[in-house]
């Protein structure tokens, strides 16, 4: 069973920095891509940032030039450095796994089959 647990997240001001961690047991790490997910109070949870099993990544435009998503394939962990927060940056983070190993970087959450419980990320204005 995979087993994802994301920290990381906090309160900041706007303009500051943020790094989230997402940490994977249960399965063959490197072969699978992932994601980061949020959904802020009333929305629905929107896709935020990809990366597959050979570092491609895809961002969503909201975030594109602020966020960075990584991996370390020896710590099974990825990573997302949120820099230049914005209120509307706000939300719940989840992380979570594809069901296909080396596949494309996906943005489709129906793609995803495995998700952690989240973090919760709060900006200031």
């Known amino acids: 069973q995979v087993h994802l647990v994301e920290s990381g997240g906090g309160l900041v001001q706007a303009g500051g920095s943020l790094r989230l961690s997402c940490a994977v047991s249960?399965?063959?790490?490197?072969?699978?891509?992932m994601g980061w997910f949020r959904q802020a109070p009333g929305k629905e949870r929107e896709f935020v940032s990809a990366?597959?099993?050979?570092?491609?990544?895809y961002y969503a435009d909201s975030v594109k030039g602020r966020f960075t998503m990584s991996r370390d394939n020896a710590k099974n962990t990825v990573f997302l450095q949120m820099n230049s927060l914005k209120p509307e940056d706000t939300a719940v983070y989840y992380c979570?796994?594809?069901?296909?190993?080396?596949?494309?970087?996906?943005?489709?959450?129906?793609?995803?089959?495995?998700w952690g419980q989240g973090t919760q990320v709060t900006v200031s204005s």
């Open positions: 979570a796994a594809d069901s296909v190993e080396f596949a494309a970087v996906t943005w489709q959450q129906d793609e995803y089959e495995s």
């Open positions: 249960g399965r063959t790490f490197s072969r699978h891509g």
């Open positions: 990366i597959n099993w050979s570092r491609n990544t």
